[in-house]
Every structure is written in structure tokens, then in C-alpha cells.
């Protein structure tokens, strides 16, 4: 036995008595949230669909799920996803191809949960549930030798990294330091060209309230088209925006070649929040994409993103992940081209400056003056507050290997 050996996975619900972390809430739950207003996506061009940005694609499914990866020697590694359905594939299908490993193990581990998913897997919410397992493991493998995590992906090349803002107030991301302020587009191509004057009419305020020189971008979301896209780079381009993000769904590889060789030279494509694995954002490479934005709580995890970099570094393509917290840090200043990362300001009123995932982990490192310095505590800082209360997200079934409650495979002494 050693003090690393992986003996426990469990997936939990944050209770419903809790608050839940800004970014995990529901439509339901924001209330007044900035989060929860009128916002371009997929679901636009249905009208019934169009005065929020949950509306029709988010699911009341249980909320925000903990998991909770625990070695040997009672150190616990965390990390967060969401949904019913994830801690079901966590706890009934990946639990019993992770316990009974090294937490140091990441590649053979990963291998493990990817290959035997790969019938019903491959992309979406298969690779969210391999990805959270896979940065618990991370932080508890950081927790056992008391190293933080980018001490253990290689050493960081710098201290703190320059952060830009995403969220609804520009003024308040220039006032506070920030490298630039990413705004969400609100009108999709199916409210016609009024739809389009507002967006541009948007970025002029946004750009009256800024300085001359403050970066702006544009985050799209996967609800536009081709033709749509390349009009709104070259509109809001004499604006000082540098970037539209995401402008189409994540498979439309074609579409992005397009829309990269009709856009402005001085803008770049950015894409990927809503791609998997190396071999998915090696098509973005081959697309042209200028910049590939990883989200690491979806792509994969750590482990995956590692390898994503090196696909990036070949293609000599610009890594600048989504929004993921603490581990989007530790794996930014390791990289050698790892200058911005994106921070995002969860605050109700869109002003204030606050951990992502708060109250439920203490730890974050927030950025000050518009730079995020990552500390060296193990893993990736984070301890679960004591005070939420956690309910066993999958039930214990007889007979499903697996499950914690319900006679796995590790509860038969196998």
C-alpha cells in the first residue's frame, strides 16, 4: 500500500439550503444576474428562446456536483461539474477504473476513463465527468507530496499572469487593471438587422467607455453564421475589438477556415471553449483558428490539456484557455507562451471582484491590479468549506460495480 493510492471516489450534490457558486446556477437561481440576461446562443433563433441565455439549453438537473477523490493516507483531491448525469458516469463507470491507482498515475488513469467510455464518449458530457476525476486527481496528487500542481506539469515560467475580464461592464474592467474586457454578444442573426445595429450600437458604448487603447472583445457563443460573423469583425474591428470568439458551433470546421480568411488581418478567430481532447482542437489548428480556448473542467482536465499545448506549440497557434479557476492558472504560467488568462467577474451587478468558486471552495487566488499571482500551496489551493452540505449525488444500487454505496468492486475486497 502507499500514502498515494487512490481508495475512494465520491460525487455529491451542494445541498439545496446552500448557496451555490455563481457560475453553477441555474437560470431559476440567478435571479438578477447578470449571467441570467439576454445573451446571443444556439437556442436564438427559436423566439421563445430569446430573452435569456439559459433559456432552452439549461436543465434543472441537480445543480452543482463536488467531487471528491480520497487517498490512503486520508488527503482528499477536489474539483466541481454539474448535472445528474456526470456524477452518474463518475460514480457507476469511472470510480472503479480510478480506485485502487496512484494519484501520480495521470496518464495510465486517464487512458483508463477515456478508452472505456469511448462507445458513448468522445466529446461532451463524458469528457466534463472525465475531466473533474482527472483534476481532483491532480489536486489530491498535489495534496500527497505537498506540491502545488504547477510544480508537478513542469514549473512555472512566471509568477503571475495578466488576466482580461468577461463580463457585462468594460469601464469597471479598465478601472480595476484588467488587460481588456470580453463582452457577450446579445443578438443572434435571426433578429435581423436591428439585431446586428444593436450589437454594433453595443460596442460603441463599450468602446466610449473605455480608453482608446482597451482591448475589446466579443464572445459569440456558438450563435452565428458565416456571413454574420465576418460582418460583425469587420464592424466592430475600427472599434478597437481584437478578437470575436466562438462565432460558430464547435464542429463546423469548415465555417471557421471561412470565416478567418474574410475577417480583418488585425482581429484574430478564437474558438474552442466547446472542444475535446488533442485530436479535437488539432482540427481547429488545421482550420486556421488563431486562438484555442480550452476549457479544462470540459476538455479533458489537466492531463488532456497538456497535450493540447503540444498540438498548439506545433501548429504555432495562441493558447488562451476559458474560464476554469485555479487549475486554468497553475497551467497558464508553466506556458511558455502563457501570458493572459481569462478571469471571470461572477459578481451579481457584473462590478466586484470575486473567487470563481465561491463559497463552496475557499483558497482561489483572485488577480489584483489585473494580474493573478498562483500561490504554492498543494494542488491547486482549494479546501471545501466545511459548512456546505453535501448529498450523495447516484444513490447506492445493488449490484452496480462501482458504486460506493451499493457493493462495488472495491467493497467485494477485489
Keep these: 500500500m502507499t500514502a498515494d493510492r487512490i481508495v475512494d471516489v465520491r460525487a455529491s450534490f451542494v445541498g439545496r439550503d446552500d448557496p451555490e457558486p455563481p457560475a453553477a446556477g441555474k437560470a431559476g437561481r440567478r435571479g438578477d444576474h447578470w449571467l ?89 458530457l463524458v469528457l466534463h465527468a472525465i475531466s473533474a476525476v482527472d483534476l481532483a486527481i491532480w489536486d489530491l496528487h498535489g495534496k500527497v507530496v505537498g506540491e502545488p500542481v504547477h510544480a508537478l506539469i513542469g514549473g512555472r515560467i512566471r509568477d503571475s499572469v495578466q488576466v482580461y475580464a468577461t463580463g457585462p461592464r468594460p469601464e469597471t474592467a479598465a478601472a480595476l487593471g484588467f488587460a481588456g474586457a470580453k463582452l457577450p454578444l446579445v443578438w443572434g442573426p435571426s433578429e435581423g438587422e436591428a439585431g446586428f445595429r444593436n450589437n454594433v450600437a453595443l460596442a460603441r458604448e463599450a468602446r466610449a467607455a473605455v480608453p482608446a487603447d482597451f482591448p475589446l472583445m466579443y464572445d459569440c457563443w456558438m450563435a452565428l453564421d458565416v456571413d454574420y460573423a465576418v460582418r460583425l469583425a469587420h464592424a466592430v474591428e ?130 489584483v491590479n489585473g494580474w493573478l499571482t498562483v500561490g504554492e500551496a498543494p494542488g491547486f489551493g482549494l479546501t471545501l468549506n466545511p459548512d456546505m452540505r453535501l448529498v450523495p449525488a447516484v444513490p447506492g444500487l445493488p449490484g452496480v460495480p462501482g458504486s460506493r454505496r451499493g457493493g462495488g468492486v472495491d467493497d467485494q475486497g477485489q
Excluded at 476538455?299 to 506545433?314: F, P, S, Y
Excluded at 502563457?338 to 457584473?350: M, Y
Aim: glycine content about 12%; some cysteine.
Design 36 to 124: 441570467g440576461g439576454k445573451v446571443a446562443n444556439p437556442m436564438t433563433r427559436y423566439a421563445e428562446f430569446r430573452d435569456s441565455r439559459d433559456a432552452g439549453i439549461g436543465a434543472d438537473d441537480g445543480g452543482t456536483v463536488v467531487v471528491e477523490v480520497e487517498a490512503e493516507s486520508g488527503a482528499v483531491g477536489v474539483w466541481t461539474t454539474g448535472g445528474l448525469a456526470a456524477a452518474a458516469i463518475i460514480e457507476q463507470h469511472l470510480a472503479r477504473l480510478v480506485k485502487g491507482e496512484r494519484a501520480s498515475a495521470h496518464t495510465r488513469i486517464w487512458d483508463r476513463m477515456f478508452a472505456s467510455t469511448l462507445r458513448y464518449g468522445r466529446k461532451g
Design 238 to 367: 475600427p472599434l478597437g475589438f481584437t478578437w470575436i470568439e466562438e462565432p460558430l458551433p464547435p464542429d463546423d470546421y469548415a465555417g471557421l477556415r471561412r470565416i478567418r480568411d474574410r475577417m480583418p488581418p488585425t482581429m484574430t478567430l478564437n474558438t474552442g471553449e466547446h472542444e475535446y481532447t488533442a485530436a479535437g482542437f488539432r482540427l481547429l489548428c488545421e482550420a486556421g483558428v488563431d486562438v484555442i480556448q480550452p476549457d479544462l473542467g470540459w476538455c479533458g482536465g489537466m492531463t488532456e490539456v497538456l497535450r493540447i499545448a503540444d498540438v498548439a506549440r506545433v501548429y504555432d497557434v495562441r493558447v488562451i484557455p476559458h474560464t476554469c479557476g485555479m487549475p486554468n492558472y497553475h497551467f497558464v504560467v508553466t506556458q511558455p507562451g502563457g501570458d493572459l488568462a481569462e478571469f471571470p467577474v461572477l459578481s451579481t451587478d457584473g462590478v466586484s471582484v470575486a473567487p470563481q468558486h465561491a463559497p463552496l471552495f475557499s483558497g482561489e487566488d483572485i488577480p
